[in-house]
C-alpha cells in the first residue's frame, strides 16, 4: 500500500472532479490516500458547493458528466472518506479563510485540522498531486 496526498486549492468542476475521481480510485485500490484542502475549495468544501461549475466551460463539462451518468466530485469525495480516505486543511489555511475550525471538524466537512509540520510529514514518501 502506498500514500496519496492530494493538495486541492481550486474548488471547481474539472478540478474536484480530477482530484475525487483519482483519490477515489487509489482507495478503492487499497492505498492511503489523504486529501489536503485549502483556499477556494476549502471555502467551497464548507459552503457545500465543493465541485459545483465556476465557468460557462465547466458548466458544459457537467452537463456532459450528466449525460455519462459520471459521479459528482462531492459523491466521490465522499464515497473516498467512507473507505478511508482523509480530508483535512492546515490550521493556518483555515483562519487565512475565516473559516472556524472547529465547525469544519463538527460538521464533518473535515476529518481533521492540522499543523503544516504534520502536513509536511504526511509527504514523505509519497506520492503527491496538486489540483
Not at 458544459?60 to 473507505?83: H, I, K, N, V, Y
Amino acid at each position: 500500500m502506498s500514500r496519496l496526498v492530494i493538495f486541492v486549492s481550486n474548488g471547481g468542476y474539472e478540478a474536484a472532479w480530477q482530484a475525487t475521481s483519482l483519490g477515489l480510485t487509489a482507495t478503492a485500490m487499497g492505498d492511503e490516500v489523504i486529501y489536503v484542502f485549502a483556499f477556494d475549495a476549502l471555502r467551497a468544501l464548507s459552503r457545500g458547493t465543493f465541485g459545483k461549475p465556476l465557468t460557462e466551460r465547466e458548466s458544459s463539462a457537467a452537463t456532459r458528466g450528466e449525460g455519462l451518468g459520471a459521479p459528482l466530485a462531492a459523491r466521490m469525495l465522499d464515497d473516498a472518506r467512507q473507505l478511508g480516505a482523509r480530508a483535512i486543511a492546515c490550521d493556518t489555511t483555515v483562519k487565512l479563510c475565516g473559516l472556524d475550525p472547529v465547525e469544519l471538524l463538527h460538521d464533518r466537512h473535515l476529518d481533521e485540522v492540522a499543523g503544516l509540520p504534520e502536513i509536511w510529514k504526511l509527504t514523505l514518501e509519497a506520492r503527491l498531486l496538486s489540483f
